[in-house]
């Protein structure tokens, strides 16, 4: 394995980390926001918004593993 497969192996994996601790940290924030007494609503706009950047975000880490996976078979076969 080449020193630049290696680097964006290790690109990948930092961008998983950091993605799954901001999933993590906004988790925890709409965990305090069902805790307060009056959570804020949202409109439609708004919900099809978050719809969007929630699918987005899903789609984004699915593909970060996809081509981590796929890299690595190929640098194995």
Known sequence: ???A???VL???A???LFFA???GVLTLGSRDDDEAPRAPALDATGRSLFTAARSAFATG???VVAL???TVAGSLA
């Open 21 to 23: 601790a901001y999933l």
């Open 61 to 63: 880490i699915l593909a």
């Open 1 to 3: 394995m080449t020193f």
């Open 5 to 7: 497969a290696f680097a």
């Open 68 to 70: 981590t996976v796929w």
């Open 10 to 12: 290790v690109a990948e």
């Open 14 to 16: 930092g961008a998983f």
